[in-house]
């Protein structure tokens, strides 16, 4: 059964740096495009990075570019995702979900079909 977990949420300050992960079982993860989102408490869920499943093509938010790294390393069925430089505007609930394509079309829910129980990233000084 596919599952996705995601670690690494907290209480962070802003300017600050936190490391998401997203833990993969069950499925053949080299295969999947993965792709991280958030929601904010009274906004819809959002596409925040994505990354193919062979690591070569990244997308991102235009909002968390140049602060955000998305990567993965297919031999621990885990991607990562750097958040450096936080801002307020960056608290949301984090999910990573999973696109069983190899490729990114588009970094939006609606293109990704299995999804994590999400990690809180609360930036507040």
């Known amino acids: 059964q596919l599952q996705l977990v995601e670690s690494g949420g907290g209480l962070v300050q802003p300017g600050g740096s936190l490391r998401l992960s997203c833990a993969a079982s069950?499925?053949?993860?080299?295969?999947?495009?993965i792709g991280w989102f958030r929601q904010a408490p009274g906004k819809e869920r959002e596409g925040v990075s994505c990354?193919?499943?062979?690591?070569?093509?990244?997308d991102y938010a235009d909002s968390v570019k140049g602060r955000f790294t998305i990567s993965r390393d297919n031999a621990k069925n885990t991607v990562y995702l750097q958040m450096n430089s936080l801002k307020p505007e960056d608290t949301a609930v984090y999910y990573c979900?999973?696109?069983?394509?190899?490729?990114?079309?588009?970094?939006?829910?609606?293109?990704?079909?299995?999804w994590g129980q999400g990690t809180q990233v609360t930036v507040s000084s």
């Open positions: 979900a999973a696109r069983p394509l190899p490729l990114i079309t588009r970094c939006v829910p609606s293109h990704f079909q299995s």
């Open positions: 069950g499925f053949t993860f080299n295969y999947y495009a």
């Open positions: 990354i193919s499943s062979g690591g070569g093509t990244a």
